[in-house]
């Protein structure tokens, strides 16, 4: 018995080293320690051993029992071993230089934003920001948008649970809720709050809505919004600006028009449609690209400034939409795929 016992071990500490697979140690396992293994066999023959041999036959069994789990579980940890090895690949040396040695590139919004933002610099404004987690206060109530407006309805807007807490954001009061800003509006209220007048600002940004995502929607997307405060601004004055800045993006021949709309924090309003008919794949004469509009009163009495002093102009417009039209890209699904063929192309 003792030599066989002697043998099995010999035996398993030849094989179990050089399993490869984990099918081939369950195998290996199972021929030597299963129900069906061959210990199971010697032990069951412990019956035929003479009662006065069975305690040191059985102590014998034992330790070659220990014996073989500790080669198996030798052979699982290089099993395991391997596995990982094979799942991180070669060995990286990160000192090596990168076998891609092209400079990164910028991503189509970020060109369209920095370039409108250089456009605004020229004539005077800075770039102000704002968090993308907002409150009702900002993004809605100080915007004159009644609680029964619809932009303000769940089905559009991303509300957070009433327990989520911001400490970077404060709340005007208690009961508001947090939401993920739908426009970069609230980026107004908040400049007009810490600053005074005048003043003259651009704010680019990322903003939300509960929208399915196809060719021309996305539940995230970028706007930029500008504000101008200052004594006797006209209806003049944005149009003058607008057509500066499509222009200086777009290039001669770039028109604006506006149709009257209504907005809450701006009187009278507009959208505004574009006209670059010498962009190659724009093949519509009018082209939605935001809203604007004369800073309503109201909105100064909520800031603090006085009405009858100050007046101002407000717009704001999709990135997205600028850039397809400005690079001819006619699906939103691509700026967010990150897909080297297409961001290769704006190197
Ligand atoms: N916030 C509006 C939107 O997201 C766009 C807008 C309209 C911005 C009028 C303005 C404005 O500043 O005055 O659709």
Known sequence: MQSTLNALVAKASTELPALKTRPEFEAAKARFVGPNGELTALMKQMGAVPKEERPAMGKLINETKAQIQVL??????????AEIAAQLGPAVDPTLPSPDAGPG????????????????????????????VETEFYCFDALNTPADHPARDAQDTFYFPESARFGNVSKKNPEEKYLLRTHTSS????????GSP????????????????????????????????????????????LDYIFESLLGAGT??????????Y??????????????????????????????????????????????????????????????????IRYFYQNDLRFLKQFA
Request: some cysteine.
């Open 266 to 331: 701006t009187e009278p309003s507009f959208e505004v449609d574009l006209s670059a008919k010498h962009l190659p794949k724009v093949n519509k004469e009018w082209i939605e690209i935001g809203g604007c509009g004369m800073v309503d009163p109201s909105v100064f009495e909520t800031v603090g400034y006085d009405p009858k002093v100050w007046t101002g102009y407000a717009f704001g417009m999709g990135l997205e939409r600028l850039a397809m039209i400005l690079y001819g890209i006619d699906d």
């Open 255 to 264: 028109k604006t028009r506006f149709r009257p709309h209504y907005f809450g």
């Open 105 to 132: 590139t910028y991503h189509p919004l970020t060109l369209v934003r920095e370039e409108m933002c250089r456009i605004l610099h020229k004539v005077g404004f800075s770039v102000a920001d704002g968090p993308e």
């Open 198 to 241: 005048p003043l003259r600002i651009v704010s680019p940004g990322r903003v939300y809505r509960r929208d399915t995502s196809d060719a021309s929607h996305s539940a995230n997307f970028h706007q930029l919004e500008c504000l101008y405060v200052d004594k006797n601004v006209t209806v003049r004055d944005l149009k003058a600006l």
């Open 187 to 194: 980026v107004q209220i908040r400049t007009m709050l810490k």
């Open 72 to 81: 198996l579980d030798a052979a699982l940890r290089t099993l395991e071993t």
